[in-house]
């Protein structure tokens, strides 16, 4: 028998693209395939749920609460496509986050693989990795025509440093890049993060960057992009992890050129101080626009470069789990 409260609680890890990023929109993976490599932080986004004490009313707090005895109502888009989908009236969730939606970190697509696994583990179901990552992608790309790639959700369902393939037939296979303990440790801790405020909606940017990749100058940009990411996993596997800031630098390039709106005039300057100061390259996170930043720079360096550049400093490790149930006290 069920427990009186039926608690369950889904952990899910935000992401950090190194490399690669927009490969992964279908516009470009089915005529180039396309690969990224990525890891999931030590930052998540936790959805729990109970039973409603009415059964006949779903309670959902977000950033607003919505109350509804019909599932059609629910205003919040992937609440109301997987709920529906799930047929799962009856339950009051919450979801809570580290780090603010809309900061280049995966949070759209971390909160789509969290609730599926809350909602297959109330079903009784144990979903595997791939069944999540399938879920988040079917309901954003296929059901709420979101222009997005898949990078985010195999990042947060999977977990870990991995190289991700897209490939033609819309399959994606998931690789862990293979480094020692030591050199993944030292690797984290020359990777710094820089919150430079805002948020902002993806789709936009990531609209025009899925129709520019398709032809021309930015195609090809795109490609190298790919390239670069192929050489960073050769780079990390084999030591040279300082070659992770020269191909920051070499792809934040070229992103720059996909589409407007990726950068602006703030971001270049922050950019410019941050090397100047012994970085050796970095990125902005996520579309473009707002939100993190992260650089690699030695530990000799860094220093040096909070002097000099005030700000959000965010520190994290490295996530291996993926997507987990953290609390399950349901029964099954």
């Not at 799930?86 to 939606?101: H, K, L």
Request: overall charge negative; some cysteine; charged content about 25%.
């Amino acid at each position: 028998m069920p427990s009186v409260i039926a608690m369950i609680i889904s952990k899910t890890p935000l992401r950090i693209s190194f490399c690669g990023g927009g490969s992964d929109i279908a516009s470009f993976y089915r005529k180039h395939g396309g690969c990224v490599v990525s890891t999931s932080i030590d930052k998540y986004i936790y959805i729990s749920s109970v039973r409603s004490f009415n059964p006949d009313v779903t309670l959902l707090k977000y950033s607003v609460v919505e109350e509804t005895r019909d599932l059609s109502d629910i205003r919040h888009p992937v609440f109301k496509a997987m709920l529906n989908e799930f047929d799962m009236p009856g339950y009051e969730i919450n979801s809570t986050s580290d780090i603010p939606a809309g900061t280049g970190l995966g949070s759209s697509s971390t909160f789509t693989v969290g609730l599926s696994n809350l909602l297959r583990t109330r079903r009784g179901e144990n979903p595997d990795k791939e069944t999540l990552a399938n879920d988040a992608c079917r309901i954003e790309i296929d059901v709420l025509g979101e222009p997005i790639g898949k990078q985010d959700q195999y990042a947060a369902a999977y977990g870990g440093l991995n190289f991700i393939e897209f490939n033609p037939d819309d399959s994606v296979s998931v690789s862990p890049v293979s480094m020692t303990r030591e050199s993944k440790e030292k690797l984290n801790r020359r990777l710094m993060m820089l919150y430079l405020g805002g948020t902002r909606s993806a789709s936009e940017i990531l609209r025009k960057q899925s129709s520019n990749i398709s032809s021309g100058s930015a195609e090809s940009n795109q490609m190298r992009m790919c390239d670069l990411a192929r050489e960073l996993r050769a780079e990390l596997e084999g030591g040279r992890l300082d070659s992770m800031g020269e191909i920051l630098d070499k792809g934040w390039k070229l992103k720059r050129t996909l589409s407007s709106g990726i950068t602006n005039p703030m971001i270049d300057e922050v950019y410019e101080t941050v090397t100047s100061h012994g970085a050796v390259g970095g990125k902005l996170l996520g579309a473009g626009g707002n939100g993190f930043m992260l650089f690699y720079a030695d530990e000799s360096a860094q220093d040096e470069i909070l002097r000099n550049v005030p700000g959000r400093w965010m520190s994290f490790r490295f996530d291996d789990a993926g997507s987990t149930i953290i609390y399950n006290d349901e029964g099954f």
